[in-house]
């Protein structure tokens, strides 16, 4: 199915409607049997009543539908539809730096499909598919003997993900690679090309808009022979491993540092290692880390990160700023 057919079935389905008439608003479920058939016309996979919490390593979140987009082409015609239509919408990475709410959802989901292959190489050019998982996107680079990410080896998540917050460890961030970014614009509906140079990159933050979706992105990485890459792999893995609780329910962690400060330090020394509302609880292994110890609810989590901030400000009269991703339904 091309874009244009699927163009014309949405400019059917929109002219079949007399002006100013807005179809029926969808809270959760997409059961309009004309939306449902333009969504099919554009190749999206629609899947009804899908746990959320399945799709996020913190495994909190209610149910939606979701849709899969297999080809990036049809993002802008498909958004423009769900606008049209009224159908409120959110786009899901990897879902390992975000926190749901509980229950019905009141959007539907679209998220990318995997790509095969979404890793690519050219020289020290990488083309990579934003779909595609961070780690194993450093292990592939690695064994075509491109190195510069090792860092990044345990970092949870997509590879969109990981450019969105431009995430980093042990000395490295996803930005310093970055030549070009093909991207949906939310303010332009269209899907660009940026460059690396265009994009700002600072610590867990970049300037891209909140509702713009990475679709893939060139790295440009350091020659390095692999067996020098896997030992630099090895080194972040084992500290990893030692600080981190990487069995657990997490997003990684909570809080952003403050300049110059340590999240995770000023949590420990609060002696709140263990300390829990509900299910959630700050990891006995990195205080930062906050853990989903059994069935937390979204509501559980915010109360610990709500009290923690709370007693950090008392403390030290510092302000923590959440590095997880929180999507409020109210
Ligand atoms: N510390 C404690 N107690 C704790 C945790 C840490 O005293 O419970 C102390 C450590 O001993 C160390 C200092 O705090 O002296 C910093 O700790 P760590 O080296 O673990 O680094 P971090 O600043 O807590 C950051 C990133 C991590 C990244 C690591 C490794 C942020 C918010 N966190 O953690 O990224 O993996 O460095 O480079 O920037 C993430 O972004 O989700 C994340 C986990």
Partial sequence: MGISDAGFSLRALVRARPKGHRLKRFKMRINDPE?????????????????????????????????VIHKHEVLPPLIQLLKQTG???????GGSNVLLPDGELPWVILQLARQDPDVRIEGNNVYVDCAADLGRTVTTCAKH???????????????GGALRMNAGAYGTQIGTFVREVQVYRA???RIEILRGAEINFEYRHTSFAVD??????????????????????????????ASQPLNQKSAGCIFKNPPGGSAGRMIDELGLKGHSVGD???????????????????????????????????????????????WKDR
Avoid: W
């Avoid at 713009?212 to 084992?238: A, F, H, T, W």
């Fill in 280 to 326: 959630a609880r700050v990891s006995d292994r990195h205080a930062n880390f906050f853990i989903n110890a059994g069935h937390a609810s979204q509501a559980d989590m915010l109360a610990l990160i709500a009290d923690v901030r709370l007693r950090v400000r008392d403390r030290f009269g510092v302000e923590l700023e959440e590095e997880v991703i929180v």
């Fill in 212 to 241: 713009d979706i990475m679709l893939s992105v060139r790295l440009e990485l350091p020659s390095k022979p692999y067996s020098e890459i896997l030992q630099g792999i090895r080194i972040c893995n084992e500290k990893r491993r």
């Fill in 145 to 159: 003997d491109l190195g510069g990410m090792e860092g990044l080896i345990g970092v949870p998540g997509s590879v």
């Fill in 35 to 67: 939306l449902m058939a333009a969504i099919a016309d554009l190749g999206v996979e629609h899947r009804v009543g899908v746990s959320l919490a399945q799709k996020t390593s913190l495994e909190i979140g209610g149910t939606s539908d979701l849709l």
């Fill in 87 to 93: 159908t409120p919408h959110r786009f899901l990475g």
């Fill in 187 to 189: 303010a332009t509906g």
